[in-house]
């Protein structure tokens, strides 16, 4: 099959590929041969000893030069990370100002910060500037960002994406209806009229890139039906639906926010986007933290994207996700970061934390069956009447890579057809100096012959990155085959 393809122009790599095809299963592919074609996408990925690979080889130009990296031993190439929910003008103050509940958290610390940006266009470059770079070294690769209201600083974001050579859904916000008086949109047709320019414009600026070096595009974005009027979301449910436009939005995040959709409208939050046509395979929800048995087959017949955002949640909702009853129902799920409301905007450790907090869930479940005191019988049949809640890391991984992806018709996995966009990870060096920090994540009884290293050796290994790694592993990064770090 490779033999037949035009190999002009491929670049190839050599080495260990490691990715998650479906939840809980992480595929360590060693001494493989992986081609990417000059659009950016794989065409080849097989063992470099079989006869495809080696056909491979001798029929490519340039197979033993510059087209070929070798990836190192000890090392492996791993898809990027997703983000799929970040505010990018929160970035200002990310880290900070945790300590209010959600609506005034909004009130008091978001919109103040969003209509700085709006108000400078140096103070939006110069953010954004350091949050392109900032998601590089994190090894993000794709983000579904939350923008501000005005269309200047959204624009300028998108350039800031596309020329970090980063993936991104770029999310003008629409707001008609917000509580700072400074900050907002008159009516629900300037709010319309400004979201069209958006789109206009970006597709403008985008026009003069070929098709496959497009990284960026429009998100439609209401903020959260607090904000926006039913008059607006209609608009921008047609909107969407006309331009072939995604959308995202929050929902579902926390009790006062619900409350509040319930007092105003007299209807659930879910029902509301329901009924409005929202909920379908193009859009993407945020938190979602109180989804229940109730809601999941909604979410399933729908094909909503979901992310869950960790961290945040543990601030600014009093609920946490049920991750692993949305795995169990084969719902599309990713990570964010929710910077602000999530402190840190690593998706590492976002991994983490939603193993953390499904383990505190199987805690509070258990103590819930009174499992330290009931008898051995009784424990027994109620383990086996209720199902576990935790979720491992090898989980967190899928969701961090093509649980994020899928959702946003994209990969997110190394098979041939998707889009060649990578972190290499190093495990270890021989050359650095022992016993500093994340580099000392090998293990010292390993063979020096690195194709001895066995399965278990790299499980393991991938693991203890995967708890203690961070941005000193990182060495390199490619987003649709090129090289951006
Ligand atoms: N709901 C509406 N706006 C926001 C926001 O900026 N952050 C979070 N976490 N929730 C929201
Ligand atoms: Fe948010």
């Known amino acids: 099959i490779a033999g037949s393809q035009n190999q002009e122009g491929l670049k190839l790599f050599v080495g260990n590929f490691v990715d998650t095809p479906s939840a809980g299963e992480l595929r360590i592919r060693r001494e493989h041969l992986l081609a990417v074609s000059p659009e950016g996408y794989i065409t080849h990925l097989a063992p470099l000893h079989s006869d495809s690979s080696q056909l491979l080889l001798s029929t490519h130009p340039d197979a033993a030069g510059s087209s070929l990296t070798q990836i190192p031993a000890h090392s492996f190439l791993l898809p990027t990370f997703t983000d799929l929910h970040l505010h990018a003008p929160q970035y200002m103050y990310y880290g900070t100002g945790l300590d209010l509940p959600l609506l005034q958290w909004l009130e008091q610390y978001a919109y103040k910060a969003e209509e700085r940006i709006d108000a400078s266009a140096e103070l939006a470059e110069r953010v954004y500037g350091r949050l392109v770079q900032r998601l590089k070294e994190n090894g993000t690769g794709c983000v579904s960002l939350f923008g501000t209201i005005g269309v200047r600083a959204n624009l300028i974001l998108a350039k800031k994406m596309q020329e970090a050579g980063l993936r991104g859904f770029i999310g003008k916000l629409s707001m008609d209806e917000s509580p700072r008086p400074t900050y907002g949109e008159s009516s629900a047709s300037a709010s319309l009229a400004s979201v069209t320019d958006f789109i206009d414009s970006l597709q403008s600026y985008l ?4 098709p496959h070096e497009r990284l960026v595009e429009p998100i439609i974005t209401p903020r959260f039906i607090p904000v926006c009027s039913d008059e607006l979301l209609v608009g921008l449910q047609k909107l969407g639906q006309e331009k072939g436009v995604r959308v995202q939005s929050h929902m579902c995040e926390g009790r006062d926010q619900m409350d509040m959709v319930m007092k105003s409208r007299g209807k659930r ?18 938190h979602v933290t109180y989804l229940d048995e109730n809601m999941i087959p909604l979410v399933k017949e729908r ?142 009884k ?31 990064m490619w987003v649709q085959g090129k090289k951006i770090a």
């Open 207 to 210: 026009s003069s890139f070929k």
């Open 269 to 286: 939050d879910q029902d509301l986007w329901d009924e409005l046509g929202f909920l379908g395979p193009k859009t993407l929800q945020a």
């Open 303 to 444: 094909q909503l994207t979901m992310a869950h955002c960790p961290l945040s949640n543990a601030y600014l909702s009093e609920k946490q996700f049920p991750l692993r009853e949305a795995i169990d129902a084969d719902l599309q799920v990713g990570l964010g970061t929710d910077i602000a409301g999530g402190y840190s905007p690593s998706i590492q450790v976002q991994m983490r934390q939603a193993v953390i907090i499904s383990r505190l869930r199987e805690g509070a479940r258990c103590e819930s069956l009174d499992c330290s005191f009931a008898d051995a019988d009784a424990q027994e049949a109620d383990a086996a009447s209720s199902k576990n809640v935790k979720v491992d890391w090898k989980e967190a991984v899928y969701l961090a890579t093509r649980g994020g992806k899928k959702g946003m018709g994209l990969g997110g996995a190394l098979e041939v057809g998707m889009e060649f966009d990578v972190q290499l990870i190093e495990l270890a060096s021989r050359s650095s100096p022992s016993g500093t920090g994340p580099l000392d994540l090998f293990d010292l």
């Open 446 to 476: 390993v063979e020096e012959d690195p194709s001895k290293l066995d399965e278990a050796w790299w499980n393991e290994s991938i693991e203890r990155w995967w708890c203690n790694g961070d941005e000193r592993n990182r060495k390199g």
